[in-house]
T-cell receptor, first 115, second 112 residues
Framework: DTAVSQTPKYLVTQMGNDKSIKCEQN?????MYWYKQDSKKFLKIMFS???????INETVPNRFSPKSPDKAHLNLHINSLELGDSAVYFC??????????????FGQGTRLTVV | DQQVKQNSPSLSVQEGRISILNCDYT??????FLWYKKYPAEGPTFLIS?????DKNEDGRFTVFLNKSAKHLSLHIVPSQPGDSAVYFC???????????FGQGTRLTINP
């Protein structure tokens, strides 16, 4: 029973297209995240949502729009895809206890390739 | 400005020996540190964490050491096993900031 699941695992698409990545967690956590792992392997925060409310938007282009219909889901929609968007995108969730972010649980990642 | 740095991209260790992975940070506000392990085509999985009020935390074969004055932490794996071969990320957080800041990872290879 997967704790954090994201789909699809692989996504190949052409420049200019719009695509979405879905994420669901069954851990009962109140906070969900999107992280991006770029070609240099850095894992960088993109967005953080707490109880469906956007908490962090880490200077991500507005072509990226997260949507949280409920606290178990955080989807990522990307408009007008560019070559530089090619990366691995990880969804994660954690419980925030007294303003402390505890360990985050990650999904398996979505490898996005823009051609 | 990379606030968490893992300066060794790779490390090779013989099975049964100790593996020591290092991590440095620049932000003195960080007060909680974590280590993650990542296999290819999988997401990172949590290994062990340490609060800044401690200087050591142990969990089975894994021990994390924190040196606040040097802004340095390390992960010791004893004894190293073939299944420990993976990329290890250190991460840090600031109380109240709902995010983890990651280093760039160190690829650990355990040789038989």
């Amino acid at each position: 029973d997967t704790a954090v699941s994201q789909t699809p695992k692989y996504l190949v698409t052409q420049m200019g297209n719009d695509k979405s990545i879905k994420c669901e967690q069954n851990l009962g956590h109140d906070t969900m995240y999107w992280y991006k792992q770029d070609s240099k392997k850095f894992l960088k925060i993109m967005f953080s949502y707490n109880n469906k409310e956007l908490i962090i938007n880490e200077t991500v282009p507005n072509r990226f729009s997260p949507k949280s219909p409920d606290k178990a889901h955080l989807n990522l929609h990307i408009n007008s895809l560019e070559l530089g968007d090619s990366a691995v995108y990880f969804c994660a969730s954690s419980q925030v206890i007294g303003s402390r972010t505890t360990e985050a649980f990650f999904g398996q990642g979505t490898r996005l390739t823009v051609v | 400005d990379q606030q968490v740095k893992q300066n060794s991209p790779s490390l090779s260790v013989q099975e049964g020996r100790i593996s020591i992975l290092n991590c440095d940070y620049t932000n003195s506000m960080f007060d909680y540190f974590l280590w993650y392990k990542k296999y290819p085509a999988e997401g990172p999985t949590f290994l062990i964490s340490i609060s800044s009020i401690k200087d050591k935390n142990e969990d089975g074969r894994f021990t994390v050491f924190l040196n606040k004055s040097a802004k340095h932490l390390s992960l010791h794996i004893v004894p190293s096993q073939p299944g420990d071969s993976a990329v290890y990320f250190c991460a840090a957080s600031v109380w109240g900031a709902q995010k983890l800041v990651f280093g760039q990872g160190t690829r650990l290879t355990i040789n038989p």
